[in-house]
């Protein structure tokens, strides 16, 4: 067991393998227990694609979990490549690609489009990350369409939720109750100042939204809205079969290659929307390594580039899925973060934790007991997902402009993009930013937005000395 060989301010232990680092559970780090069994109840979260996969191609559940638990295999590649993360979709993108793929009738165009979807982005990501070219990608689109693209994929979340024949619809009182509390939870300084205080009340605050849709479980059969879930026990049973016969290159063939090429601009928007989730992981990293200097924990962009790149490509083939591989779950990220800033008595590796984690979720894929008991509320749990992921998304795309006028740009851009997708709002975005930023298209203007209602340095001064 060579983890327990580390020295003080050391990385954990493992096989240089390029520009990855191999490491092994119970080898190279430590195995957490309590991240596992975290784990095991979070794979619900993992579970509530199962809808959305049912939705958009018409596939029967268990196909549907199929590509649940081939992803969830997927998620270990991460740590165990040297990528300190807790991986998971790229939610805000999740609505763009689901209009997306609506454009082309049911059966096998709109599974080729999702095919071609997801490997050119995987390709894209791969290329980025070989190259070091992705911060340099992103730099280089105006903050005004950059706001607007951000800004549309969470309007397109909440628009898919209450739209006619979204999900509010069938589950109303179940979505409204939970999302309040869900929001609560999430959102609210008066249940942090409580959640500081109370120990349970902490747990509860680092299981994310998992609590709120295990009170879905109960809410829904109540208000009528969902059948009481029927426990079975046992092993789940994915049909990779009718998978790989039917909804993959497998049985359908190739794409043909005008697909690929159509697919790029939305391609653009969901990398747009990734590359946000890269430098967030990169900022929880640092923190982490902030409060725990006894491990050096690396977060390197193009290897996390290189993971989920290989992700999305080898998904494509084996299973498409519209929630795509994304570098990280960023709930999660944060709970294992904190856990790990708690010392090394808490969690020995930060490797250790998240591995342990997605060890967890995958074992509770499996598990049918689990499965079934959130079957019934799977439409809630993505509800959920999106809301949340909505109200993140319009947060984020505001604060990317820069100015007044992008965000007047942005909402239009934003606008379109839910409406017409996002080659319409690329081409409303690019004429815009040129008819009112000309020469500066690139850098757009900076005023006092978001600045107006702050004090001045020099007024902090005299106030301080007064």
Known sequence: MKWKNRKYGEESPHIPAGPFKIRLPFIHYRFELPDYIQGLLMCAVDLAAIPLLMELLGMPFEVALAIVVLNGLFYLL????????????????????????????????????????????????????ASGLAAKVVRYIPPAMKSGVILGAGLAAVISVFQIGGRFEAFPWTISIAIGLGFYLLFSKHFITFQNRNRFLGLIAKLGIFPVILLAVFIAPIFGEAPWPKIEWGFSSPDFI??????????????????????????????????????????????????RPDEKVEYNPSRAHWIFGIRNSVMSI????????????????????????????????????????????????LLLPIVSLVEPILGVAMALTLLVQGYVSVKVGVLEARSQ??????????????????????????????????????????DNTFTKDAVPQDQNQDKKVS
């Not at 993108?93 to 999702?114: D, K, N, S, W």
């Not at 909804?247 to 690929?260: A, E, H």
């Not at 999660?332 to 008595?345: H, L, N, T, Y």
């Open 78 to 129: 991460h740590h165990l490549l040297g990528d300190p993360a807790v991986p998971g979709w790229i939610t805000p993108a999740i609505p763009l690609i689901m209009l997306y793929c609506q454009q082309f009738p049911e059966g096998p165009e709109r599974v080729h489009a999702l095919i071609s979807f997801q490997l050119t982005l995987g390709i894209l990501s791969v290329f980025l990350g």
């Open 242 to 291: 009718t998978l790989w016969n039917e909804y993959t290159v497998f049985g359908l063939g190739l794409p043909p290659l005008m697909m690929f090429v159509t697919a790029l601009p939305t391609v653009l928007a969901a990398y747009i929307v990734l590359f946000g989730d890269v430098l967030q992981t990169k900022v929880l990293v640092e923190d982490a390594q902030a409060g």
């Open 318 to 365: 084996l299973g498409p899925d519209v929630t795509m591989a994304g570098p990280s779950w960023t709930a999660m990220q944060v709970v294992m973060v904190e856990r790990f800033k708690k010392g090394r008595k808490a969690m020995d590796s930060f490797y250790g934790g998240v591995g342990s984690f997605r060890w967890g979720t995958n074992t509770g894929l």
């Open 405 to 446: 006028k992008d965000l007047g740009v942005a909402g239009i851009i934003g606008a379109v993009l839910c409406i017409k997708g996002a080659a319409w709002a690329f081409a409303v975005g690019i004429i815009l930013c040129f008819l009112l930023y000309g020469k500066d298209f690139f850098k757009g203007e900076v």
